[in-house]
């Protein structure tokens, strides 16, 4: 059975850290662009940060960049999402992806309804809210 299963989310306070972790069953994640996404209440699901199956580069929204990494261990079969100095506003459920096609750039300026249609894997997602 495929899966995408992500776990570390929670409630963290303002300027905390948190770690996501995607672990994949079912299939090889080697051959796979990953993403993080996340969906605020009342909000689109959004591209955060994807990384590449080949060299392992990465693109990551203006939002976070110089406070979250993405990065893959293919050897666990499982990727990651080290948030640092968190806001409110990056209270959201976020989800991992997968998509064998799917460039970086392409796959994180993937919106809505469209990422959801057109990307292969999605995990369940994972709480992660941002308050003191």
């Known amino acids: 059975q495929v899966q995408l299963v992500e776990s570390g989310g929670g409630l963290v306070q303002p300027g905390g850290s948190l770690r996501l972790s995607c672990a994949a069953s079912g299939f090889t994640l080697d051959y796979y662009t990953i993403g993080w996404f996340r969906q605020a209440p009342g909000k689109e699901r959004e591209g955060v940060s994807c990384i590449s199956s080949g060299d392992g580069s990465t693109h990551t929204a203006d939002s976070v960049k110089g406070r979250f990494t993405i990065s893959r261990d293919n050897a666990k079969n499982t990727a990651y999402l080290q948030m640092n100095s968190l806001k409110p506003e990056d209270t959201a459920i976020y989800y991992c992806?997968?998509?064998?096609?799917?460039?970086?750039?392409?796959?994180?300026?993937?919106?809505?309804?469209?990422?959801?249609?057109?990307?292969?894997?999605w995990g369940q997602g994972t709480q992660v809210t941002v308050s003191s």
């Open positions: 992806a997968a998509d064998r096609l799917s460039t970086i750039r392409h796959m994180c300026e993937l919106t809505g309804g469209q990422a959801r249609a057109l990307i292969e894997y």
